[in-house]
Antibody, heavy 124, light 109 residues
Framework: QVQLQQSGPGLVKPSQTLSLTCAIS??????????WNWIRQSPSRGLEWLGR?????????DYAVSVNSRITINPDTSMNQFSLQLNSVTPEDTAVYYC??????????????WGQGTLVTVSS | EIVLTQSPGTLSLSPGERATLSCRAS???????LVWYQQKPGQAPRLLIY???TRATGIPDRFSGSGSGTDFTLTISRLEPEDFAVYYC??????????FGQGTRLEIK
């Protein structure tokens, strides 16, 4: 059974960096058949995919255009976890942030395991 | 970017009734990449259907998905009290971005 455990602060000041970590159990961040994602949810933007990291003989990252200039997702193989950094945050970045595993079965892809969610509020 | 539009926004039904939720894409989506989730308050989304019509592990057979191209449907044949929640469709294509619909709220009438 895969479990994803999120950690990180729930309050970030405007212009600072939002940092969250997602610890993986039951799978490996270096898995060749999974991708590790960050997704956020807010009343104004709904569910918004932010980006992913995955390993296919080497590491790859993909990011949403809306946050591409501000986001970094990094794997940590020693701790079997991955992290999200979002720079220069504004109140519009206030949301519940989720980590999620993306998996593929016969070419069909989906998010099958999710973290518990972290409400991050951007406020001074 | 593929935009997914779900309808209706809110659906009011009674337990035992049949629910039909729609997801329309702004351009054709491979059936392999269309996914449905259920979300209850305070919880993360839960995988229901992938590949447009394949139920995820442990999902009851009253849930079914269908469709192709730009029109997809999630059907719940006989509503149980625990089915009242928000439902999202999602397209997970071969290249980003990955997008979600805005959700349909299924409420008890």
């Amino acid at each position: 059974q895969v479990q994803l455990q999120q950690s990180g602060p729930g309050l970030v000041k405007p212009s600072q960096t939002l940092s969250l970590t997602c610890a993986i159990s039951g799978d490996s961040v270096s898995s060749n058949s999974a991708a590790w994602n960050w997704i956020r949810q807010s009343p104004s933007r709904g569910l918004e995919w932010l980006g992913r990291t995955y390993y296919r003989s080497k590491w790859y990252n993909d990011y949403a255009v809306s946050v591409n200039s501000r986001i970094t997702i990094n794997p940590d193989t020693s701790m079997n976890q991955f992290s999200l950094q979002l720079n220069s945050v504004t109140p519009e970045d206030t949301a519940v942030y989720y980590c999620a595993r993306a998996y593929s079965v016969v070419g069909r892809r989906f998010f099958d395991y999710w973290g518990q969610g972290t409400l991050v509020t951007v406020s001074s | 970017e593929i935009v997914l539009t779900q309808s209706p926004g809110t659906l009011s039904l009674s337990p035992g009734e049949r629910a039909t939720l729609s997801c329309r894409a702004s351009q054709s989506v491979s059936s392999s990449f269309l996914v449905w989730y259920q979300q209850k308050p305070g919880q993360a989304p839960r995988l229901l259907i992938y590949g447009a019509s394949t139920r995820a592990t442990g999902i009851p057979d009253r849930f079914s998905g269908s469709g192709s191209g730009t029109d997809f449907t999630l059907t719940i044949s006989r509503l149980e009290p625990e089915d009242f929640a928000v439902y999202y469709c999602q397209q997970y294509g071969s290249s980003p971005p990955i997008t979600f619909g805005q959700g349909t709220r299924l409420e008890i009438k």
